[in-house]
């Protein structure tokens, strides 16, 4: 069954923020799904952003989208215009709530922003509309595939920690494999007693045999987890394989990400805590920042964090 049937991509104007348009155009086309070019018009909105002019009125706004959905999409596929007229302060919360009132199951947006990257990421628009929205959020990086061709869900990188909500973004990285014929990749990271911080990192130094067969234990923890779930993954049809890397996460799934060329990572969240609730600390952020295949963040339906 196909989860996303409806994809919102929110845009300004700029020729960054249009960096998702190959991705929203290669999975509706997979997906067989609908689209909708969205604008909202900011309250007081800058004359220029990304260094280019920036969309001011509701015509020009109208207008924008329209020749992009005639330039970028073929006519047989289903295209929207939505442009929000009335002016809103806050644009985050407007693209959250419109993903909702116009049913659309997936938002489709742009990692870059005014302030660099980790000042949208981290503290800006696409943050925010993860942490407000109820569907999955998918983050192209600009610099990602510039052709439809380019742009592919064959294979998916799946973060997990053993946390049941974290399971999300395996259910929904199943169901996204289907139809597009994707293969996927989970993926744990055990640390190693060089990688242990804070706490913990003191007391691997006062017990450091004990914290060496504790970081042994975990990792046959790990892939005892993981193999479960691949069983189960390959009795529902779904090719799927595993590894569990020892080290800091981040460098894990980096080094996992070069060696096998992904495509996409499907991440959970928990809602409003943002990006820093899949691990603690610095990794996920780190993770988006460093990456630069498009990353799917799912809201996770266990408690907030």
């Not at 060696?259 to 969240?269: M, P, S």
């Amino acid at each position: 069954m196909n989860m996303f049937k409806h994809l919102l991509v929110p845009l300004d104007g700029s020729k960054l923020a249009e960096a998702p348009l190959v991705a929203a155009l290669a999975l509706a086309r997979d997906l067989g799904a609908e689209v909708t070019l969205f604008h909202a018009v900011e309250k007081s909105a800058p004359r220029e952003i990304h260094g280019e002019r920036h969309l001011t009125g509701v015509g020009e706004a109208r207008g924008y989208l329209e020749e992009l959905s005639a330039r970028i999409f073929p006519p047989e596929m289903k295209v929207h215009i939505h442009v929000h007229g009335d002016e809103v302060k806050n644009v985050p919360q407007s693209i959250a709530e419109h993903a909702g009132d116009l049913d659309a199951d997936l938002i489709v947006m742009c990692t870059h922003g005014r302030g660099g990257l980790r000042g949208l990421m981290f503290g800006r628009i696409a943050q925010q509309v993860s942490g407000l929205a109820t569907a999955p959020v998918l983050l192209v990086h600009p610099s990602g595939p510039k052709a439809p061709s380019g742009f592919s869900c064959k294979r998916m990188v799946v973060p997990l920690d053993g946390h049941p909500d974290h399971e999300e973004g395996l259910k929904i990285a199943a169901a996204l494999a289907r139809p597009c014929g994707g293969k996927l990749h989970l993926i744990m990271a055990v640390h190693t007693l060089s990688a242990l911080s804070g706490e913990s990192a003191a007391t691997a130094k006062m017990l450091p045999r004990t914290t060496h067969a504790l970081l042994d234990l975990a990792h046959r923890e790990a892939e005892n987890y993981l193999g479960a779930r691949i069983e189960s993954l390959r009795a529902e049809g779904v090719s799927a394989t595993s590894r569990v890397g020892r080290g800091n996460p981040v460098s894990v799934i980096m080094d996992f990400l070069e060696k096998e060329a992904a495509d996409l990572i499907v991440l959970a969240t928990h809602g409003k805590t943002g990006m820093d609730a899949f691990w603690s600390g610095s990794t996920t952020p780190n993770l988006t920042s460093r990456a630069r295949v498009p990353l799917l963040l799912v809201p996770a339906r266990g408690k907030k964090r």
